[in-house]
Structure formats: structure tokens, C-alpha cells
């Protein structure tokens, strides 16, 4: 599976991106899908998940509330929905695939090349 993200930018706290994360192939919709992401100097994160179905999400606390994780299975596309973003949000945010959603980066044997979010004070 290739995985292209793409949506990041520059935007002011308190305002919105959505990212979204296209797969190449048909069978996207067999593939739990998460999002990651790495600051600066710091280990990548857990963002959210979201199983084959879309029938389950997760999110890390850092982002319950004002993240979405959202699928279109027809369009092989994964979505994150980020609101009230504040600069702590600032890093490269990774979309990824797998058999099982889950939040450790280690289970996903998929990965997008990243995109850049920059959320200024």
C-alpha cells in the first residue's frame, strides 16, 4: 500500500486543517489507518486511529475534542480534521496502515511520507 499525505500549511492557533492521507490500493478499505506525528526532537506520537469500518476511533489525549479521524472507503482516503490547534500541534504528521488500528507506531507496516504542520502563536 502507498500512502500520500498531504494537506499540511502554516496556520494561526485556534484555527483548522484537514489532512488527508490517499492510498493507492482498492484494498484500503481491509486496513485500519492512524495518524502520527513527530516534533522537532521528539519521538513520534500517536495522534488517532480508525478501524476498516470506520466504525471505531481513537485519539491521544493530547487531541480528544478537537482532532476528527475520518474514512472514505469509495476514495481509498483517510481524513484528520484538526480544530483549536495551538503550537504544540507544530510537527510532521504521518498517516499509516495496518491490519488492527492501534497507537503504537511499531504495529503499522504502512507509512505516508508526511506532511508539515505549522501552527504559529
Known amino acids: 500500500v502507498q500512502l500520500q499525505a498531504s494537506g499540511g500549511g502554516l496556520v494561526q492557533a485556534g484555527g483548522s486543517l484537514r489532512l488527508s492521507c490517499a492510498a493507492s490500493?482498492?484494498?484500503?478499505?481491509?486496513?485500519?489507518m492512524g495518524w502520527f506525528r513527530q516534533a522537532p526532537g521528539k519521538e513520534r506520537e500517536f495522534v488517532a486511529a480508525?478501524?476498516?469500518?470506520?466504525?471505531?476511533?481513537y485519539y491521544a489525549d493530547s487531541v480528544k475534542g478537537r482532532f476528527t479521524i475520518s474514512r472514505d472507503n469509495a476514495k481509498n482516503t483517510v481524513y484528520l480534521q484538526m480544530n483549536s490547534l495551538k503550537p504544540e500541534d507544530t510537527a510532521v504528521y504521518y498517516c499509516?496502515?495496518?491490519?488492527?488500528?492501534?497507537?503504537?507506531?511499531?504495529?503499522?507496516?504502512?507509512w505516508g511520507q508526511g506532511t508539515l504542520v505549522t501552527v504559529s502563536s
Open positions: 499509516a496502515a495496518n491490519w488492527d488500528a492501534g497507537s503504537r507506531h511499531t504495529m503499522y507496516d504502512y
Open positions: 480508525i478501524t476498516w469500518s470506520g466504525s471505531s476511533t
Open positions: 490500493r482498492r484494498t484500503f478499505s481491509s486496513y485500519a
